[in-house]
């Protein structure tokens, strides 16, 4: 994605001058697995990429942040989809993106040998239906789905009761059960009985449950200054190297959190895109910094345990 940084968001007719203009990695699987690459997790990226610039340019993106690239299919019809987005002076953004050249995964594109060799699959359901049918191989197969959503279509209806651990924003949640708060939202998409279902609420945190018969439970958001809140979403699917490490649910939720409000807080207003993702320190530093937040000490103890100092 590029980034672009001016006084405000302009409405139309109107010409705006550019503060500054920055060229990042994103998109939603790409941002959440550079996350987990970032947080000492092992992970592997699967898409469909050519040689183009753009294509290189991911690749080598993820790379350095500690990601298995070796599963890119090579397409030279392919290519990422690329968005320009502008952010004010506030943080308010608008994305423009161009999926021409996005050529989406298919069932046959993934191995048994490599969705068996997985705790947990991410899977983002901007690609639409075709997403559908890789779902439905993973889950033949017994492994667990961590499920985004991305725009509300009978597709994404389909898609959603897949899904083992389903993270979606509120927009959606909203929109899929019809309701008007996102615990409503929450209770409805839990119904299906998955593992767990979290709706994310911005500066209100988030809201989530283990299933239908379970209370629906809050999180509040973390508080900090907020520079950049462009791809904290994505980040907070942090949250699948926590399901993939065996945490409950509630650090799980707690550790995603974790992972973005450090991304929002851009490096103390330094830094952008994927050069704001946290790194296990942040997290831990962040925890240790914020004795109110419910359930920090538990969870830096299970850090701990996996990463003794």
Known sequence: ??????????????????????HHGGG???????????????????VRLGEDELSV?????????????????????AAPYHSIIT??????????????????LVSEDLTDALILS????????FSGSALTEVAKKIR????PILGDIEGCSPSARQFIELIDHLIVPCEFALW???????????????????????????????????????????????????????GCGDTFHGF?????????????????????AVKASGRNGTKRGWDALPTLKDIIFLLRSCPDIPGRSQLLKRIAELHPQ
């Not at 405000?8 to 010409?15: A, Q, R, T």
């Not at 080598?60 to 030279?76: F, G």
């Not at 119904?191 to 509040?220: E, L, N, W």
């Open 240 to 260: 699948a190297l926590a399901v993939a490490r065996d945490f409950l649910l509630e650090d799980a939720v707690l550790f995603a959190s974790a992972a973005a």
């Open 87 to 104: 952010v004010d002076l506030e943080g308010n953004r608008n994305v423009f993106y161009d999926d021409s050249r996005f050529r989406p």
């Open 140 to 143: 033949s197969l017994g492994v």
């Open 1 to 22: 994605m590029i980034c672009c940084i001016s006084h405000l968001i302009p409405p139309p007719n109107v010409k705006i001058s550019v503060e500054a203009r920055e």
């Open 118 to 125: 997985s705790k947990l699959i991410l899977l983002d359901h």
């Open 176 to 230: 899929a059960s019809g309701s008007a708060s996102p615990r409503d939202g929450c209770a409805y998409l839990a119904q299906t009985g998955r593992a767990a279902t979290v709706v994310s609420a911005g500066s209100d945190g988030c809201y989530y449950t283990t299933g239908p018969d379970k209370c629906i439970m809050h999180f509040p958001a973390s508080k900090i200054d907020a520079f950049d809140t462009n």
């Open 28 to 46: 939603p699987a790409c941002t959440a697995i550079a996350a987990v690459g970032m947080l000492q997790g092992r992970s592997a990226y699967s």
């Open 57 to 77: 340019y991911v690749k080598n993106q993820l790379s350095q942040r500690h990601v298995d690239t070796t599963y890119i299919i090579r397409d030279s019809e």
